[in-house]
């Protein structure tokens, strides 16, 4: 096992993974900025260095240098690093000089992220393995002319995609042919600005998909298990802003036939370390999107209700040692929802950075906040927005709801305006309840409830 182990990220998920390492009796490095020197992570590690400024745009400073991460790593002693998610977490390249500097990656190997970071390689690898795809060529689609031939070909509405994409960014949908042009355009060059990679690929558009995500973990030694899956089909923008496990949509049947293609999916590969695979799912079929080669934000819902902890099942296969778990083993308990609490104004979710006054977390039973502020803590500016996860678990998705929006009621953040009264609005929605919503439903509710929004 390991003796010490550098978090290569902040907030949330940088406590997240000190307290496991704790438990297991493994030391921690937390690495910050200068903004960051008083971040919680930063105090609740047993050392701690910095790293450099806050990064500014374009540049790869701090929480992005391979320099900077790599020899934080080996001023402090520690043979092993934790990516988080973020940042370096899916950084093939910066995977490659750990593996130099023989410094273990706490996640699976340079090969296969960038085998799923690429999305024309990883649906090539994804279909050679039997699982279900999206309908469209696995090849990049260098013209608008071909662009064109291949929406014909599968028919509109069609999606253009950044092949080395994320987070809704290069994408856009196109409805007909006299809005090709445009649409494939500025696909390629958001890609280009984004990822420095213009590469973009065609797919036919799902226009009421709901995400759903099979969390996966392998040993790389031919082992592997699934752990359900994830609903996290409330989304703006492409982000996921609420996730619950299991989907309501599902039945056992359905689950367990998706999930045990996915855990021989990465057995076949030889995967070694946690992973997602993400799919639309729409008139009861499955088609694969892509594979996410790190722990997920809404991993937490998983482990509520499987009682397992994800980041010491990585610990554990990165240390070299077989998976445990058997598939047999791994019995769901009962419903859990997380929902993310963004520094930002509602409805139009600007960020709102500043000094925290007053901190209160919820607490009871069924109830986890996973966060990284204190009384007198200032959000900075540089980073992203979220500022805690808070995640709920009861025996059914009534009960589950029901804590969750006892717990939103007992959260203080002042004078921060945050995103819980967006929650505590959409708790309360018939939709919502009886789970009838698709990828696009958000963006339109919230344009339909701004007014009440403004009003929380």
């Not at 240098?65 to 973020?86: D, R």
């Not at 060059?189 to 797919?203: I, R, T």
């Not at 554990?316 to 445990?324: F, Q």
Request: charged content about 25%.
């Amino acid at each position: 096992m390991f003796s010490k182990v550098l978090i290569a990220n902040r907030g949330e998920i940088s406590l997240r993974i000190i307290r496991t390492c704790k438990e297991m009796g493994i030391a921690t490095v937390a690495v910050h900025t200068t903004v960051d020197q008083d971040a919680m992570h930063v105090r609740m590690a047993d050392e701690a260095i910095c790293i450099g400024t806050p990064r500014s745009p374009g540049n790869k400073e701090s929480y992005l240098s391979f320099s900077a991460i790599i020899s934080a790593c080996e001023i402090t002693g520690s043979n092993a690093l934790h990516p988080g998610y973020g940042f370096l977490s899916e950084n093939a390249e910066f995977v490659e000089q750990l593996e130099d500097h023989e410094i273990t990656f706490i996640g699976p190997s340079s090969k296969h992220i960038k085998l799923m970071g690429d999305k024309i390689t990883a649906k090539e690898k994804m279909l050679e393995l039997g699982v279900p795809c999206v309908p469209g060529p696995n090849e990049s689609i260098e013209t608008v002319d071909r662009a064109l031939s291949v929406a014909s070909d599968i028919g509109y509405p069609v999606i253009v995609k950044a092949s080395a994409g994320g987070g809704g960014r290069g994408m856009k949908v196109v409805n007909s042919q006299a809005d090709m042009e445009a649409a494939y355009l500025a696909a390629q060059q958001e890609a280009g600005a984004s990822f420095g990679n213009d590469e973009v690929y065609l797919e036919k558009f799902l226009p009421h998909g709901r995400h759903i995500e099979i969390q996966v973990l392998g040993d790389g030694m031919g082992n592997a298990v699934h752990f359900g899956e994830r609903d996290c089909t409330i989304q703006r923008r492409h982000q996921k802003l609420l996730e619950e496990a299991p989907s309501p949509l599902l039945d056992g049947k359905k689950r367990s036939h998706i999930g045990e293609i996915c855990a021989e999916a990465i057995a076949e590969m030889g995967y070694e370390g946690v992973g997602t695979i993400e799919f639309l799912y729409q008139d009861g079929e499955f088609y694969f999107i892509e594979m996410n080669t790190r722990l997920q934000v809404e991993h937490p819902v998983t482990e509520a209700i499987f009682g397992i902890d994800l980041v010491k099942q990585q610990i554990n296969v990165a240390a070299g040692n077989p998976l445990e778990l058997k598939q047999g083993d791994l019995v769901p308990r009962g419903h859990s929802i997380e929902v993310r609490i963004n520094a930002e104004t509602v409805p139009d979710f600007i960020p709102c950075p500043g000094k925290v006054g007053l901190y209160h977390s919820p607490g009871g039973l069924g109830i986890r906040m996973d966060s990284f502020l204190y009384n007198g803590y200032t959000v900075p500016q540089n980073y992203d927005s979220l500022i805690g996860k808070l995640i709920s678990h009861g025996e059914t998705r009534t009960i589950a709801i029901a804590k969750l929006k006892r717990a939103l009621e007992e959260l203080i953040v002042h004078p921060i305006s945050t995103t819980a009264p967006l929650f505590q609005l959409l708790l309360e929605d018939r939709d919502f309840l009886d789970s009838n919503y698709d990828i696009h439903w958000l963006e339109k509710w919230i344009q339909q409830n701004g007014k009440l929004l403004k009003n929380q």
